[in-house]
């Protein structure tokens, strides 16, 4: 096995690009990130590609284990054709810093087998299903108006930004913060009906046939009116008539009721990924 580890984005996309388009929807995290950085257009914070650990591992017959991490985030992995390969993994594992070994976000079963290999004690912090959207279901109805966010709701979106944070179990960010708010909300829509906002989501990656939706949050005054549902069907039907052939999002499989939420807006499952701590 041959280790090979970039420090040019435009390298590891010249690599990478073909191979991960293999799965367009499943790599989202990759693909969607490998673009950012091979446009150069979004540099702030952990999107600056100078920052990166890019890495490939291959034999005679070519790419076998692709490796990106965009610190702090979690290192992410895709196996050629979801092909699992213990020598790369465990090739990828010898070369790695151990900076870039404390947590991890892929298919399952490659999860599995790299934590297995790494033989270190490990916490299942997330147990997630991707999910992929090709035509919005029309039994969702339409509620209010989805509009793109603005300055002007800086504030509530910042708290509602931190308040999924919390739902789901990531670290909030400052309130004063200013600029992070800032860069988050050009993302977002709002749901706003009869003149007030009741919903939220975003775009969160967008590659060459498909992007991403994530961020969906409904203040807890608003819930159970289908708001969530109106907006995330409205987002992606918006997405699919700018030229996206799919939506694909990521669910946490202790909530069984978004995932029957989006099921019935018209998402199905391709995927089982895991998140991974290393102790």
């Given at each position: ?36 950085g091979y446009k150069g257009e979004d540099k702030f914070g952990w999107r600056d590609p100078a920052n990166w650990m890019m890495a490939t591992v291959s ?221």
């Open positions: 096995m041959v280790y090979k580890q970039c420090q040019d984005v435009k390298e590891f996309y010249k690599d990478t690009y073909d191979t991960l388009m293999l799965h367009e929807a499943q790599n989202k995290i990759i693909l969607g990130n490998l673009l950012t034999d005679t017959s070519g790419i076998k284990l692709i490796a990106l991490r965009t610190p702090p985030m979690n290192l992410t992995l895709y196996a050629t054709n979801n092909e699992i390969n213990e020598k790369a993994i465990a090739c990828l594992i010898d070369n790695l810093e151990p900076e870039h070994k404390t947590s991890l976000i892929t298919d399952k079963e490659l999860c599995k087998c790299f934590c297995k290999v790494m033989n270190k004690n490990y916490t299942l912090t997330t147990d997630m299903r991707i999910y992929e959207l090709t035509e919005v279901s029309d039994d969702i109805p339409k509620i209010g108006e989805l509009r793109p966010a603005k300055e002007d709701d800086l504030y509530f979106f910042a708290y509602w930004l931190n308040n999924f944070n919390v739902d789901v179990e990531h670290t909030p960010a400052d309130l004063n913060d200013i600029e992070n708010y800032l860069h988050a909300i050009k993302r977002f829509h709002i749901l706003e009906v009869d003149g007030k906002p009741v919903s939220m989501a975003n775009v969160n990656r967008t590659m060459q046939n498909v992007c991403g939706i994530a961020g969906v949050y409904t203040p807890p005054f608003y819930r159970g009116r289908g708001y969530a549902s109106a907006t995330v069907a409205e987002l992606c039907r918006i997405q699919l008539q700018k030229g996206f052939t799919k939506c694909v999002l990521y669910t946490d499989l202790a909530n069984p009721t978004s995932n029957s939420i989006y099921m019935k807006i018209g998402f199905t499952p391709i995927a089982d990924s895991w998140e991974v701590r290393f102790e």
